[in-house]
């Protein structure tokens, strides 16, 4: 657990991290991204972090990945690189950068590891995890693979780096159809989301898609009848589900889709108003860019990903800590599932 008390101290000893109006007013390009959501008063806070991240990037050849649930002066204040799982992942075999800081939860850091082991990957919060990782363990894979001989093992990249190295190929929300089609058997083990399963059986009725019980807990927490409840009070509201939403949710929703093909769909079709079906800060990274589309709805927030926070990234890159170790013998087995995703969503 992080000595926060003794990092800030640590911290205003180095930086000048009181909020500064005068230099909040300087940062206004920085600040447009994101003035939609974050207040001039927030603005003045969050400004010396924001500059003493982008200034310490620099001196330590470090490249930041952000994912699309990360606050916004994270997401549009500090990021090099922005997307959901998938382009993240893709991202990290693509850096020049000798650091990736992951702003994200620990998987996502594990993955990038995984693709980069010559590369420091910093994690600023160890304990950003996320309930479908913490779900499954390879006995888990093993348990599934004896119920169910013979049948090819698909998993969340949202898992574990021991557990990407028992399966034979990851997926994530944005290609998991593709996958599932793509592969030669006629039942296909997918862990650990039920509900990512559920969906993606659905539209691949062909096969016989067997699931592990896991669930995300932001996600899991939408019904049907919010959803029936809230189309009935706001009329004309495009309704837009994340595929980690359990399956009668997406049967209500208009769209579904990974964080990133919930961006293209708003960016495509324009609505006066929309929900999305996933964690809070979806909504508020994408505002500003959508001046013209009233986002409204619930705010459900992942508290991992809420983990992360300027303030952790900047102890971070300070003190180069916490460092992604993955053993060398997992790395080259999860490395394998990882990259049989990648090239299989590469042929299109
Ligand atoms: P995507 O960004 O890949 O859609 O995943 C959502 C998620 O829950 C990541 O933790
Ligand atoms: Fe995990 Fe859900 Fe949080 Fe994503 S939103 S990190 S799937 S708990």
């Not at 420091?120 to 390879?138: F, H, K, Y």
């Not at 592990?212 to 809230?230: K, L, M």
């Not at 809420?306 to 053993?327: A, C, D, G, R, Y």
């Amino acid at each position: 657990m992080l000595d926060m008390p003794n990092i800030r101290d640590t911290l205003a000893a180095e930086y000048d991290l009181a909020p500064n109006p005068d230099l909040a007013a300087k940062m206004q390009d920085e600040y447009a991204r994101m003035a939609r959501v974050v207040s001039p008063a927030d603005w003045a806070i969050h400004a010396p972090y924001v500059a003493a991240i982008n200034a310490l990037k620099r001196d330590r050849d470090a490249t930041i990945l952000a994912h699309n649930y990360m606050t916004p002066e994270i997401f549009h204040g500090i990021s090099d690189v922005v997307g959901d799982s998938l382009q993240l992942a893709i991202e990290a075999t693509r850096t020049d950068a000798q650091v990736i800081v992951q702003c994200g939860v620990h998987f996502m850091a594990e993955t990038s590891k995984i693709l980069n082991p010559s590369k420091t990957v910093l994690m600023p919060d160890m304990e950003a995890g996320c309930s479908l990782a913490e779900s499954i363990t390879p006995a888990g894979i093993a348990e599934m693979r004896a119920r169910f001989p013979g049948a090819p093992v698909v998993t969340y990249v949202n898992t574990t780096a021991e557990v990407k190295a028992a399966s034979d190929i990851c997926c994530t929300s944005a290609n998991a159809v593709q996958i599932i089609r793509a592969l030669d058997a006629e039942t296909i083990i997918m862990t650990p989301d039920q509900y990512l399963a559920q969906n993606v059986a659905a539209q691949v009725p062909e096969k016989r898609i067997v699931w592990w019980e896991g669930s995300c807990i932001v996600h899991e927490q939408y019904t049907a009848q919010d959803i029936r409840d809230f189309r009935d009070w706001n009329p004309g509201t495009r309704i837009i589900a994340h595929p980690e939403c359990p399956p009668d949710v997406v049967a209500e929703a208009d769209f579904s889709g990974s964080t990133k093909g919930i961006l293209d769909y708003v960016s495509a079709e324009r609505p006066e108003r929309a929900m999305l079906v996933t964690e809070c800060s979806m909504a508020s990274n994408i505002s500003d860019a959508h001046p013209d589309v009233e986002f409204i709805g619930p705010c459900n927030m992942c508290p991992y990903m809420k983990k992360i926070t300027l303030e952790k990234v900047l102890w971070s890159l300070h003190s180069m800590t916490t460092e992604i170790t993955v053993p060398e013998d997992v790395a080259d087995k999860a490395r394998l599932a990882v990259q049989r995703m990648i090239d299989l969503g590469a042929k299109g």
